[in-house]
């Protein structure tokens, strides 16, 4: 009679005691590329949501959702600052003005537009 491990596809090695394991491997993910913002989406999934963590793990789709994750935050970090630095006249004209100005209020800029990124996507 099978198991129901085994009525699924599933099958068991020896172990060196005699007994016999299931024999689980994780299926192939994609090669890793994410950076800041994935390492913080799996740093908040593994604290927070450790249900949906296991599950994305356990499917082979962990990595594949850092990644998406990364470089969706990468992208809309890219096109918020550039539309915060029109909205707010940032220019050349600026920097060769007053170049400490300029860089205070790109850090500004910068830390608001990662503000609604991490709200947006990493934390929920």
């Known amino acids: 009679m099978k198991s129901i491990f085994e009525e699924m596809g599933g099958t068991y090695i020896l172990g060196e005691d005699g ?3 299931p024999n689980l491997e994780l299926p192939v993910e994609e090669e890793p590329h994410y950076g800041k913002y994935g390492r913080m989406r799996k740093a908040y999934l593994q ?5 949906l963590c296991t599950e ?4 082979g ?3 594949e959702h850092l990644n998406e994750v990364d ?3 990468n992208e809309r970090m890219q096109l ?3 539309q915060m630095a029109e909205k707010q006249h940032m220019d050349e004209a600026l920097k060769e003005c007053d170049q400490l100005a300029w860089v205070g209020a790109k850090n500004n800029i910068h830390h608001a537009a990662e503000e609604i990124v991490l709200n947006e996507l990493i934390y929920n």
């Open 61 to 63: 789709k962990l990595v």
């Open 19 to 21: 007994m016999y394991y």
């Open 80 to 82: 918020l600052t550039r």
């Open 47 to 51: 604290e927070y949501h450790k249900g």
């Open 56 to 59: 994305l793990l356990f499917a």
């Open 71 to 73: 470089d969706t935050a």
